[in-house]
């Protein structure tokens, strides 16, 4: 079973939430971990400075460190007792047992011993062994050395951090004092401080995971629901609703989707009614000889009109108008279904556009009409198919030739622009409207819908011109031309003469 687009957000959303939160959780733990070790650090270092201050004072009496050496040296356990060793931090059974009199305990209070050295006072007050300060704990460990580095007191491991304090007595260095940097948390009210805040930690990031999954899935609705509109709407054009329309109100992509929709609908709709149109279109154009030759042979046949040369000639003019109707359909089918074959070779458009002049010249005088053709000093070369491009300019003529009243007039220029060569083509009276200019490309479109065949054509000849332009990268448009009538203006890509 395949998951719908919605669950497929709504599980990037929650996957990408669980990624970062715990990445955050991660970082924020071992930050706050690391943060703790440091601050027991410097809550060590803060009570190790008096601890250095006195061991200054002492070394000044002493002058040296000799005092402090040995393994148990018990001046070096009351300054321990004095300064770092925290009841709180030790284990239940040394509690109770600091809580019995101990000799040692007399060395805080007892006036009398200010001023006695150390290791006097330790002998003074001596006692049992039973009554020896309790062990240090690892997090205990403090270490002295003297001005050259050596160890006065302890041992240094080699996985261990050490973080020294300057001793100096009248500021000459003569020894460090130092402990051990906190790699692991070793106190039982320290490590349940820790746990418990984690455990506050995960508690609100899986109260953060909730709340994001339940917004996740509000919006994986809200994105998806314009998308499931869409399918609807899709699914009506499919049963031939064409007409169907997406409300768009968003500016994103989802929003520019829509609007491709409509567009899309629009248009199918459009070449819906186009096609119907068409077919109406070509079954009228069709109807109109086939009835004319029916019409005619049916009065042959009647005898109403004798079987002569004249009409022979008549049959043979609507078969000929009936054929060229049919040989420009098959032109257009060929162009839209990209069939149509084109011969690209360098070619001269002034000398294609004197030989469709030459062609249509007997029509030309026939009709009174003036055609100026302004021919350039030099060929004007583009890469086309003579025979596709002598056919366009023939279609422009027959088209001039139709519509322009008598003693008219046909010009023909030439402009050579920097990227592209321009043909003008205009004629004189009469004009058209400016509906009419923005549909003579159409298929069977004629300005004068009661014009008859003999006049106004097919229909279909500046939609063959069009299409013969595309296929040579160019472009054409209709204007009002100054002498009144109609003016096509076709560029084309063209090449130089010495190319």
């Known amino acids: 079973m395949s998951l719908k687009i919605r669950h497929k957000l709504f599980a990037a959303m929650i996957l990408a939430n669980l990624l970062v939160i715990g990445g955050i959780f991660v970082l924020i733990s071992f930050s706050f971990s690391q943060s703790f070790k440091d601050y027991l650090d410097a809550t060590r270092l803060e009570k190790l400075t008096p601890m250095a201050q006195e061991l200054a004072q002492q070394y000044s009496q002493n002058g040296n460190w000799n005092w402090l050496r040995g393994r148990r040296n018990e001046s070096w356990r009351v300054l321990m007792e004095k300064y770092i060793i925290d009841e709180q931090s030790l284990p239940p059974k040394l509690q109770q047992q600091r809580k019995k009199p101990r000799h040692y305990d007399a060395m805080r209070p007892d006036k009398k011993m200010r001023g006695v050295p150390l290791r006097n006072q330790a002998e003074r007050l001596g006692g049992p062994q039973g009554n020896r300060p309790p062990p240090l704990r690892p997090g205990h460990k403090v270490l002295l050395a003297d001005a050259t580095g050596s160890l006065v007191v302890g041992r240094i491991r080699p996985t261990e951090e050490i973080a020294w304090i300057d001793i100096r007595t009248d500021g000459q260095l003569v020894g460090k004092l130092g402990f051990v940097k906190t790699k692991e948390i070793t106190s039982e009210l320290d490590q349940l401080f820790v746990d418990k805040l984690n455990d506050n930690l995960l508690v609100t990031v899986l109260s953060v995971i909730l709340v994001s999954a339940f917004i996740a899935l509000i919006l994986s609705r809200a994105l998806v629901a314009p998308i499931l509109r869409l399918r609807e709407a899709a699914n009506k054009m499919t049963h031939g609703e064409l007409e169907t329309q997406l409300a768009v109100k968003s500016e994103d992509e989802i929003g520019q989707l829509g609007r491709d929709f409509n567009l899309l609908s629009r248009t199918l709709r459009d070449n819906l009614q186009s096609r119907q149109q068409w077919i109406a279109d070509i079954s009228h154009e069709l109807r109109t000889p086939v009835a004319i030759l029916q019409g005619e042979i049916e009065a042959l046949q009647d005898g109403i009109r004798p079987f002569n040369q004249a009409s022979i000639d008549s049959l043979y003019q609507e078969v000929k108008r009936l054929s060229l109707l049919i040989n420009d359909l098959h032109e257009l089918s060929l162009s839209d279904s990209g069939a149509m074959s084109y011969q690209f070779t360098r070619v001269d458009l002034v000398s294609i556009v004197n030989k469709a002049l030459e062609l249509k010249r007997e029509k030309i005088a026939q009709s009174h009409i003036q055609v100026k053709h302004h021919q350039p000093n030099e060929p004007i070369i583009v890469n086309g198919d003579s025979h596709r491009l002598l056919q366009l300019f023939l279609n422009l003529l027959n088209n001039s030739l139709a519509y322009t009243a008598t003693h008219g007039k046909i010009g023909i220029d030439y402009h050579v622009r920097q990227d592209a060569l321009e043909i003008e083509w205009f004629d004189s009276e009469p004009g058209v409207s400016d509906e009419s200019l923005a549909l003579l490309f159409e298929r069977l479109y004629r300005v004068d819908s009661s014009r008859s065949r003999n006049t106004g054509g097919s229909g279909l000849g500046l939609s063959i ?35």
């Open 465 to 499: 011109v069009k299409s013969i332009v595309s296929a040579h990268q160019g472009s054409i448009k209709a204007i009002h031309s100054e002498l009144g009538g109609v003016k096509m203006i076709i560029r084309f890509p063209h090449q130089s003469k010495s190319k």
